[in-house]
């Protein structure tokens, strides 16, 4: 079992930086691969960023790739999602999810744990 919670959201201009936090729970959590996913109001969940349990895999969506960086600490049981260059269409609410494999293509359903989620909002 994991339990997952997000921090770091907040409301920031075009252009600033943000970092958020995924803090877990739960003896295992080394053995997750963490992803971040984002909703946007009236929109679907979408995919943001995942690594796997070593941290040496990551893969990014197209539109956060040179922005967004997603790492970990496991020894802090700790997954980051720093995000710099933020634009208004960023704006959402951020989740972090775990599964055990590691998947580029893994949907939302796919992910057996999440976190409440925390807003970033970006004025422009």
């Known amino acids: 079992q994991v339990q997952l919670k997000e921090s770091g959201g907040g409301l920031v201009q075009a252009g600033d930086s943000l970092r958020l936090s995924c803090a877990a729970s739960g003896r295992t959590f080394s053995s997750y691969s963490i992803a971040w996913f984002r909703q946007a109001p009236g929109k679907e969940r979408e995919f943001v960023a995942v690594i796997n349990w070593t941290g040496s895999n990551t893969y990014y969506a197209d539109s956060v790739k040179g922005r967004f960086t997603i790492s970990r600490d496991n020894a802090k049981n700790t997954v980051y999602l720093q995000m710099n260059s933020l634009k208004p269409e960023d704006t959402a609410i951020y989740y972090c999810?775990?599964?055990?494999?590691?998947?580029?293509?893994?949907?939302?359903?796919?992910?057996?744990?999440w976190g409440q989620g925390t807003q970033v909002t970006v004025s422009s």
């Open positions: 999810a775990a599964k055990r494999a590691y998947s580029q293509a893994a949907s939302s359903n796919d992910y057996d744990y």
